[in-house]
């Protein structure tokens, strides 16, 4: 079962990180009143940075709990990634054990965070192929799925890194190839604005 003791450092910790994150980057988070203030969710979004989970971090006054591979946990930040009450995964199997700490999130009416293309995008595609474990774990739990999309860059006082996050949504009545396919759309979507906006602006 997940620690619950990693929630009181995350609170503690969470507003000098968060401030320090938000001055040095200087992202734009459209859309945080779309994550739900309570019950059990899923956020799931495109993955091209190790800090993509923070722009979400900072929009809500919940805890989450995001999914993270098992080798954060053995370098010289794995003290971060334990006090902030990341769950460990072993990518190199199906790992049981990390689904079922996850699916304990969930059914205590947590928050829990999924990057679906399941590592950082480092190629030229728009996303890659999304992994099941989001949709499954939704279905399992009837969790909501909040999607949400980085996009822009990680410099220093950045112009156009955002966070987009849409509208949440249920996939308990979907099969899991039709609710991954929603799931893939939707932060697809998201994207897509984001990107389209920018442009937009260079135009001007």
Known sequence: ???????????????????????????????KENIPRNGSIIIAGNHKHVMDQCGVIISTKRVIHYMAKKEYFDGKHAWFFRMTGCIPVNRSIHDNDAKTEALNVLKDGKALGIFPEGTRNKTKKFLLPFKFGC???????????????????????SKNLVYRIGKPFKVTNMDLKSANNRLEKAIGNLMKKSINEEKGKKKK
């Not at 910790?13 to 938000?22: A, C, D, M, S, V």
């Not at 949709?135 to 999309?149: G, L, R």
């Open 1 to 31: 079962m997940y620690s619950k003791l990693p929630e009181k450092q995350y609170k503690l910790f969470k507003p000098i990180l968060g401030l320090i994150f938000k001055l040095y980057y200087h992202p734009k988070v459209i859309g």
């Open 135 to 157: 949709v499954s774990m939704a279905k399992k739990s009837d969790s909501y799925i909040v999607p949400f999309s980085v996009t822009g860059d990680y410099k220093f006082r």
